[in-house]
Nanobody, 126 residues
């Protein structure tokens, strides 16, 4: 069983920055592909960014490419999402997710991830 705990959300003005963290329990973190998803009110949960368990592949949604950066620190069992130039449309609950299946690519759908955190709210004011 893996537990994921997100932190770092908050209220920020448009153009500002935030860094989200996701701390994972367990001893197999380095073997998990990790993803960040978000869900805005009334919308479906959508893929934001993912990093392969090898660290060799990173995927981003087109809407956040060049503004968000995903990274991981296996020694700390933590994955990060650095967000810059935030926009009001980035407002959502952000979820961390883990794919423990040694997949060859970073999956971009919710069904590809087995473990989920509770989420952290990000609100960007205009």
């Amino acid at each position: 069983q893996v537990q994921l705990v997100e932190s770092g959300g908050g209220l920020v003005q448009a153009g500002g920055s935030l860094r989200l963290s996701c701390a994972a329990s367990g001893r197999s973190f380095s073997s998990y592909t990790m993803g960040w998803f978000r869900q805005a009110p009334g919308k479906e949960r959508e893929f934001v960014a993912g990093i392969h368990w090898t660290g060799g592949q990173r995927n981003y949604a087109d809407s956040v490419r060049d503004r968000f950066t995903i990274s991981r620190d296996n020694a700390k069992n933590t994955v990060y999402l650095q967000m810059i130039n935030l926009k009001p449309e980035d407002t959502a609950i952000y979820f961390c997710a883990a794919d423990p299946k040694y997949t060859s690519v970073v999956l971009t759908t919710t069904r590809g991830y087995h473990y989920w955190g509770q989420g952290t709210q990000v609100t960007v004011s205009s």
